[in-house]
């Protein structure tokens, strides 16, 4: 089958076709998302023919072999560590969500790291109704989710973006407020989704509210993270950073976003959407910052 692989630059290539354990449905590949970190923290020695990828949406070609997950035919989103940039994907029936008739595909793709990451994070932060939450990296993938759930979820969101030009559509997702880094905030904060880490990570930390959290979850700046402890002492109220991992299995947010998202109570932010011949112009855009939230590409 053909796929996207790196080799060692972004390119096409002929891989084996994936081989699904007993627990695996086939999918029949429609569309893929592409997340910074698959491309910028990428292996410098990728293993020949590994087929990278995370998000991917299409339709059951073989349904599992152990007879969990769904029939041949079911529009499906999903999720793994890799294999989704090919035409065929093998993918454990617990990482899939059902995508109804009315959802395009390619928006659906968009959703498995960027959205599960953001709701997890949400979740992470405990009860939000009324209290003020700040998003950094808002203008990407996760940032977007972020903002959305967040404001769902009861929030007083402040988006934090790099440029004015970043901001665009922020508030129609439902930030009450942006601002141009953390060290603009006019007033502390309960929580914070941090997509950027580095000097930005530090300076939202000087400015949580007595026992506030920081959820780190990204490190868009590929800057390390250095807090005067002293400094916070005097700068900030009692504190705590706790490092976000997303776990899975992914089957049972896909389908809450994959609902959100049927309702119109979610948007998927896609800021760029081509063909997968394009993928090494997704791929520079999304790395150059010029993709407001998610960078989708369609196969034939």
Do not use: C
Not at 138 to 158: E, W
Not at 195 to 213: K, S
Request: hydrophobic share 45%; no cysteine.
């Amino acid at each position: 089958m053909k796929a996207l692989i790196f080799d060692p630059d972004l390119s096409f290539g002929v891989v084996p076709d994936p081989v699904p354990s007993p627990s695996q449905v086939l999918v029949q590949v429609s569309a893929f998302s592409l997340n910074f970190g698959e491309i910028a923290y990428r292996s410098p020695h990728p293993r020949p023919g590994h087929v990278p990828g995370w998000d991917a949406a299409g339709v059951v070609v073989q349904a599992a072999a152990d007879g969990s997950g769904p029939a041949v035919g079911a529009r499906v989103v999903t999720f793994g560590w890799s294999g989704a940039w090919a035409e065929l994907r093998a993918v454990d029936t617990t990482e899939l969500a059902l995508v109804p008739d009315d959802v395009d595909l390619a928006l659906a793709a968009a959703l498995p790291v960027a959205g599960v990451t953001a709701l997890q994070a949400v979740r992470r932060l405990g009860p939000l109704p009324e209290r003020r939450v700040l998003v950094t990296g808002a203008s990407g993938g996760v940032g977007r989710y972020a903002v959305q759930l967040a404001a769902l979820a009861g929030a007083h969101v402040i988006a934090s973006v790099g440029s004015p030009s970043r901001a665009e559509g922020l508030r129609e997702l439902g930030a009450a407020e942006v601002v141009l880094g953390p060290a603009d905030l006019t007033g502390r904060v309960y929580g914070v989704l941090d997509n950027v880490g580095g000097r930005q990570l530090a300076e939202a930390f000087y400015r949580l509210e007595d026992d506030g959290v920081i959820q780190a979850i990204g490190k868009a700046s590929k800057e390390p993270t250095t807090i005067d402890f002293e400094e916070s002492r005097s700068r900030s109220q009692r504190g705590r950073i706790e490092n976000f991992n997303v776990t899975t299995p992914f089957g049972d947010d896909l389908a809450r976003l994959v609902g959100l998202l049927s309702r119109g109570e979610l948007d998927a932010q896609v800021g760029w959407r081509g063909p997968w011949e394009q993928a090494m112009a997704a791929a520079e855009a999304l790395l150059s910052r010029r993709v407001q939230g998610k960078a989708v590409l369609t196969l034939p």
